[in-house]
């Protein structure tokens, strides 16, 4: 992967991420699909950006309830939020969707100038919010669309926003129905369901993970 293209690494050259990796003691890992990468509870110090594979955010209730925070993507960056409150446990759990590969860095290198003193650590700092201010937003993604009372709402909701992000009434989602129904906190069976009378109803179609929403007016 070309780190320059990634969020974190946005605005810096590939001579410059070469002299970063160095002084943050920048570290790869691989993980096999099914793996936790990070457990609940645990404490991080680490930022994670994602090089290929596929990870999902889950968190557990005390009665083994999982629900879905949101999936990280080839490129993006997760735990940055414990990694930057030191001694916080970890409420949430990041597992291998597929086999992956990761990134890891010491969020206080991250933090405090190195001694090279270099010129392009600022930058880094300054991705490094707005990659946190993303995540929040995120969330609040997530809120809007476990909002609707309505399994079919909450559906609808989330596939607007995919729409809306690929541009086009055709798009692809990272979850598989499981971890979908997770994500938007609903039964599995009455989402499938539900589905089903969306793709009869004229609403959607759909094959596995790809979608086409049939109303497309928003695109013309």
């Not at 160095?22 to 645990?42: D, Y």
């Not at 309830?65 to 960056?77: D, E, K, M």
């Not at 010491?106 to 270099?118: E, H, P, Q």
Request: charged fraction near 15%.
């Amino acid at each position: 992967m070309n780190l320059s293209n990634t969020q974190l690494f946005r605005g810096l050259e590939e001579a410059e991420i070469t002299s970063l990796l160095g002084c943050l003691n920048a570290t790869t890992r691989s993980f096999q699909k099914g793996e936790v990468i990070l457990s609940e509870g645990n404490i991080t110090e680490n930022i994670g950006i994602l090089l290929s594979g596929l990870a999902v955010i889950s968190c557990n209730d005390i009665w083994g309830n999982t629900s879905i925070l949101g999936h990280v993507a080839p490129g993006s960056v997760f735990a940055e939020v414990y990694a930057c409150i030191p001694g916080e446990p970890m409420l949430v759990t990041v597992s291998a969707a597929e086999d992956t590969s990761i990134l890891f860095m010491n969020v206080g290198r991250v933090l405090t100038t190195c001694t090279n003193a270099c010129p392009f650590h600022t930058r880094l700092v300054r991705n490094l919010l707005t990659v946190c201010a993303h995540r929040n937003l995120q969330l609040s993604q997530r809120i809007q669309h476990t909002s609707s009372k309505s399994i079919r709402g909450r559906l609808m909701s989330y596939f607007s926003e995919c729409a809306k992000r690929a541009g086009s009434n055709s798009f692809l989602i990272p979850y598989n129905r499981q971890q979908l129904a997770d994500y938007l906190n609903v039964d599995r069976s009455t989402m499938c369901n539900e589905l089903s009378k969306m793709q009869k109803d004229g609403i959607i179609e759909y094959s596995k993970n790809q979608f086409l929403l049939k109303d497309s007016l928003m695109f013309q």
